[in-house]
């Protein structure tokens, strides 16, 4: 009963009093479970969160300076060479593990299912997001002679769906021994006034809590002491909807290993001053990625000696660390970034909303922000063409269309090149 009275009281000094009434209306095990999760939500912090969306944005003097990237087009062969040498040993070696972000909810796309199930119409039959990263895996592996450790991390909402996916499909031929499947936190959702929406379970409705809640969760779960005892040295963390995403990329490993940094990460380049991504730079001393609407007009159309972007490294979640880099930054707080989105919720006569606007934010930390935490990081510039066809939309850029024409093109290429 105390329980109970301690949670009311903290509901009604965050105003959520239609979580009281629904409380009040349940019996039994689904009022023992909405405790439950009410007693680990931290209403502080998400009102807090709340109330950042109600502010102007505050524009601090940054110092924003360009950071140095290698070409992989443009490496000498003794560099390509070393790198690549370097490289192969790491992974020869059983030092490499492979992380899949597959905990968002792909709204964009539209896809029902976790996004990793999505089909995509390539060569007649079509091919899922999973199996066109097992296969990238499966040719790594068989290249190297290895089996390389898969971690994946799923959310809660779609854990359940993938596991199922991945059993029903054999895990597309990967070494089930060799696939660790991870869970990532939540956060609750919240409407324009600030209260927590309810899901369709009668409990509150959480989404994952963004790419960057992947440090702390790697470690929550265990997966990290399970990488420590295996000797891993190097983990490559990655999207799941990018079709032409190097995950085992020894040249990006071995650049990492000659430079003697804790990260590494692949770029392409900015198609044009005005594309809407977000580039790698300096921000007082420190790497970080800059978001388009943040990186002043004038800056974004500045370009080098050699004609080049000055800030024109995309960002591509194709990004590398050190078990150590991994560790430091799991145990750091990243900010938060709200999202303003459609979410379906249950009304205060129990009906379900299925909005056809935006009607509440989401939190989310964004896998970047660890960066900053480094003096430096190293950049090796990709190939748009062989590096980067993300699946994000339903139609027009970045979407099944697009993807799968890229997709087909970079494979007759190979095949050509054989
Ligand atoms: P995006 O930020 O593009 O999100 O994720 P998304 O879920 O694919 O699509 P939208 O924005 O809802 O339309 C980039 C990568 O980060 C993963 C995604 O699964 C994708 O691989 N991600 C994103 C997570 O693993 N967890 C999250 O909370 C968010």
């Given amino acids: 009963m105390d329980k109970l009275q301690d949670t009311i009281d903290v509901l009604k000094m965050y105003n959520q009093n239609h979580i009281i009434n629904l409380l009040n209306n349940l019996e039994g095990s689904k009022r023992e479970e909405l405790l439950e999760q009410l ?42 060479e070393k790198f690549d040498r370097l490289g192969e040993e790491a992974i020869k070696n059983n030092e490499y593990a492979v992380v899949t972000m597959a905990g968002g909810q792909g709204t964009r796309l539209g896809h029902t299912g976790p996004k990793g199930t999505f089909k995509l119409d390539v060569y007649g039959k079509g091919k899922y ?7 990238n895996l499966k040719e790594a592996n068989k290249k190297y002679n290895v089996s390389i450790p898969w971690y994946i991390m799923t959310s809660k909402e779609n854990n359940q769906e993938t596991v199922d996916f991945l059993e029903k499909n054999n895990y597309f031929g990967y070494n089930k021994d060799d696939v660790t499947i991870f869970t990532q936190s939540q956060l609750p959702l919240v409407d324009v006034n600030g209260k927590l929406l309810i899901n369709k379970d009668m409990k509150i409705k959480e989404a994952s809590d963004g790419n960057g809640g992947t440090y702390t969760s790697l470690r929550a779960s265990g997966s990290l002491a399970n990488m420590k005892e295996k000797g891993i040295k190097w983990i490559f963390i990655g999207g799941v909807d990018n079709v032409l995403l190097k995950m085992v990329d020894v040249t990006l490993l071995g650049m990492a290993i000659d430079k003697q940094v804790q990260i590494a990460s692949k770029s ?53 660390y050190t078990i150590d880099a991994i560790e430091k930054i799991s145990k750091e707080s990243l900010m938060y970034h709200s999202a303003f989105k459609k979410n379906s919720y249950i009304d205060e006569n129990g009906k379900e909303v299925i909005p056809q606007e935006p009607n509440s934010y989401k939190f989310e930390s964004f896998i970047f922000d660890a ?48």
């Fill in 39 to 80: 007693n680990k939500i931290d209403f502080h912090q998400i009102m807090e969160l709340y109330d950042n969306t109600k502010k102007n944005i505050e524009i601090k003097e940054n110092k924003i300076e360009a950071l140095k990237y290698l070409d992989k087009q443009k490496l000498t062969k003794e560099q390509k």
């Fill in 129 to 135: 997001l999973f199996e066109i990263l097992a296969d």
């Fill in 371 to 418: 960066f900053e935490f480094f003096d430096d990081i190293a950049i090796l510039r990709g190939k748009r063409e062989d590096d980067f066809a993300p699946v994000k939309n339903k139609e027009g850029v970045d979407s099944p269309k697009t993807t799968k024409e890229l997709y087909e093109k970079y494979w007759e290429r190979q095949q050509r090149n054989a």
């Fill in 268 to 320: 392409v380049a900015k198609a044009n001053p005005k594309e809407k991504v977000g580039v790698f730079c300096k921000m007082n001393g420190h790497p970080k990625v800059i978001e388009y609407a943040e990186l002043p007009e004038k800056m974004a159309e500045e370009v080098d000696d050699d004609g080049e972007l000055k800030y024109g490294e995309s960002h591509i979640m194709c990004n590398l």
